[in-house]
């Protein structure tokens, strides 16, 4: 089979196009005919060798998959060859999604939702399984609550936007001016152009000075520090960004703030829950751009640059047929 494999640490020239042996299934496990997947910054960050103590070079990386099932090992019976499913692999814990065929435990796989193609569906699984996992199970999202979500044209941010509508909440996000009215379409309730404005008075204002129930952060650097100053009484910060950078926290002293450092886990409850979300016309993934597998390269330079134009996901297909 072909994969793009990763065989040095540094810029988008270390990933290679090769042949590879197709994997075999083994007890417990599906072999996956992958027809799409996705960029996301842990690719990239992968890529660079900020994980370099847990990938062993070369690697096949890549954390979304959406398929065919092509073959299952002895002891499955949720899945049979022909299901179309979608999750996202293992990880660290063994190849990725960069090639034509993967294979990954039964537990952690799903059917696809009928209404999104493969491209989509590959653009969901991560960011959708991370956003569940921030605001349903860390930060506990309630109806009625207002929350703070940075970087809301993002990938993470536009499903983090739908999700926290869906689950009743009075949605905040920053954007630059030119993402307005994306992010709008999607159910935002108050717009802030971090450029422009200072998000801590735009969210205080709004909220009369109470803050925000929950601030959702996935684009690091001060914001961290900086969350306290727009929480109410008992917020809740909820982050997925690895960093390194000293925070000063003794704000959230004062508000009882409680923090929460998510790195999504896989299995296939939180898919279905997604799942049906989409089904009910409250979740659909956009998709910024579309390459081919052997672009890759391409693609992680795209995503990595700044202002890249990017609203929503950068799909591949992996299977070459676009939407």
Not at 146 to 155: D, F, P, R, V, Y
Not at 201 to 230: C, K
Not at 275 to 304: K, M
Request: glycine content about 10%; overall charge negative.
């Amino acid at each position: 089979m072909k994969a793009m494999l990763l065989k040095s640490y540094g810029g988008v020239d270390a990933f290679e196009l090769c042949e590879v042996p197709k994997p075999v299934p083994l007890a417990g496990q599906v072999l996956v005919r992958v027809h799409a997947t996705s960029i996301n910054p842990l690719d990239y960050q992968v890529r660079r060798g900020d994980y370099h103590d847990l990938v062993q070079l070369p690697a096949i990386t890549g954390h979304d998959v959406s398929g065919v099932v092509e073959a299952v090992g002895a002891g499955v019976t949720a899945f049979a060859p022909g299901d179309e499913v979608w999750y996202t692999p293992q990880i660290f814990g063994g190849p990725g999604s960069y090639a034509e065929y993967h294979v990954a435990a039964e537990s952690i796989i799903a059917r696809k939702p009928a209404s999104l193609s493969h491209l989509q569906a590959a653009s969901l699984s991560l960011v959708g399984g991370t956003v569940w996992e921030a605001l349903v199970v860390r930060a506990a999202l309630r109806v009625g609550e207002s929350i703070l979500i940075h970087g809301g044209a993002g990938g993470v941010g536009h499903v983090a936007i739908q999700l926290a509508k869906a689950m009743g909440a009075r949605v905040f996000t920053t954007v630059r001016e030119t993402n307005a009215e994306f992010v709008r379409g999607l159910g935002a309730d108050v717009v802030i152009d971090y450029e422009k404005e200072d998000y801590v008075a735009a969210a205080m204002r709004e909220t009369n000075g109470q803050g925000v129930d929950v601030v959702f952060d996935s684009i690091g650097g001060n914001t961290l520090a900086g969350s306290p100053d727009v929480l109410a009484q008992l917020g809740r910060v909820v982050s997925i960004v690895d960093t390194a950078q000293p925070q000063n926290l003794i704000q959230a002293w004062g508000k009882n703030a409680s923090y929460h450092f998510v790195f999504t886990r896989q299995n296939r409850g939180k898919l279905d829950e997604l799942s049906a979300l989409v089904a009910r016309g409250q979740l659909r993934p956009h998709i910024g751009a579309v390459y081919f597998l052997r672009d890759i390269a391409l693609a992680h330079a795209r995503l990595e640059s700044p202002n890249n134009g990017i609203q929503g996901k950068i799909a591949i297909a992996v299977v070459e047929e676009l939407p």
